[in-house]
Nanobody, 117 residues
Framework: QVQLVESGGGLVQPGGSLRLSCAASRSIFSINVMGWYRQASGRQRELVALITSGGRTTYADSVKGRFTISRNNAKNTVYLQMNSLKPEDTAVYYC???????????WGQGTQVTVSS
């Protein structure tokens, strides 16, 4: 079992930046894929960004060039640097971890990001 705790959300003006963190309760070295998803009010949860254990990244088209995902295995933490934020980025952001060997998937509780002037 892995507990994931997100932090770093908040209120920011359009064009601003935030960095989200996802701290895992134990080593993420064996976690195959970690990612960030988001869910806006009244909408389905959607993928934002993924990073594999080898460091390969995938981004939703809507955030390419603005968001950067990274992982620090030594700190058991995954980050999402969000720049040039737009009102449509407003959502609850969730951290996700997948361990293919165990067939396990874990979710954090989410952190609210609000982009508004």
């Amino acid at each position: 079992q892995v507990q994931l705790v997100e932090s770093g959300g908040g209120l920011v003006q359009p064009g601003g930046s935030l960095r989200l963190s996802c701290a895992a309760s134990r080593s993420i070295f064996s976690i195959n894929v970690m990612g960030w998803y988001r869910q806006a009010s009244g909408r389905q949860r959607e993928l934002v960004a993924l990073i594999t254990s080898g460091g390969r990244t995938t981004y939703a088209d809507s955030v390419k060039g603005r968001f950067t995902i990274s992982r620090n295995n030594a700190k058991n933490t995954v980050y999402l640097q969000m720049n040039s934020l737009k009102p449509e980025d407003t959502a609850v952001y969730y951290c996700n971890a997948k361990n293919y060997g165990l067939g396990a998937e874990y979710w954090g509780q989410g952190t609210q990001v609000t982009v508004s002037s």
